[in-house]
């Protein structure tokens, strides 16, 4: 009588280990929580010993200029959440004519989205040179202070991820094939962009909703 025996690789259990890159970036985000959570400690500690500079200061705000650059930026997560769709099912560039989004690849929704980060970055630039004229600068105030620490640092992150977007399009260009790796970095790189609009939410209610 003969007997059979299962092969361990036959008996074990699969295991299915989580994404390495994809755990660092979240615990990268993270420790990033936290530094934006004392920017907002700061913001909100300087307003409260100033109300009444508050008041004033917070007159030169355009809301509606800043809620149009804000909705710009939100969208912009919509575009690279499709990039990621597209990066998810192996599909790098378009396989349409450039006016058939519904056939776009990663490469067309990452330079989308990267031209929309773009807008929003020129948009803060342009109205920080508009505050700038009416006398509200980093050093004029401890309005002037927050604000610009505030809202500064996330476009200096913003401005990190249209770096990140121009990197992961440039490697869809280098390799031969587009595999697990480079679909791995443009999953992260949404990560990090989904959390650069959350906090932006987060400033644009507190700085110019809650006046």
């Not at 985000?29 to 500079?53: Q, R």
């Not at 948009?123 to 604000?147: H, K, P, R």
């Not at 990190?160 to 992260?188: D, M, N, P, Q, W």
């Amino acid at each position: 009588m003969t007997s059979t025996s299962l092969s361990p690789s036959a008996s074990a259990p699969a295991i299915n280990r989580p994404n390495v890159v994809a755990v660092g970036t979240i615990v990268w985000l993270g420790s990033e929580v936290m530094f934006f959570a004392g920017l907002f400690a700061i913001y909100f500690t300087l307003k409260s010993t100033s109300p009444d500079l508050w008041a004033a200061e917070t007159q030169h705000l355009n809301i509606p200029y800043a809620a149009t650059n804000t909705l710009i930026l939100v969208l912009s997560s919509v575009t690279c959440q499709f990039g990621v769709f597209a990066a998810e099912r192996m599909q790098p560039r378009r396989t349409g004519g450039l006016l058939q989004f519904w056939r776009w690849g990663m490469v067309e929704w990452f330079t989308l989205t990267y031209l929309m980060g773009a807008v929003f970055v020129s948009g803060q630039v342009l109205e920080y040179a508009t505050l700038v004229s009416e006398g509200i600068s980093l050093s004029s105030n401890a309005y002037g202070s927050a604000f610009y620490l505030t809202t500064g640092f996330h476009a200096l992150h913003v401005t990190g991820g249209l770096i990140a977007f121009l990197l992961v399009i440039g490697r869809a260009f280098a390799v031969k094939i587009f595999g697990h790796k480079e679909a791995t970095s443009a999953i992260v790189v949404s990560y990090y962009w989904h959390f650069v609009d959350v906090v932006w939410i987060g400033l644009f209610a507190v700085i110019y909703i809650i006046r």
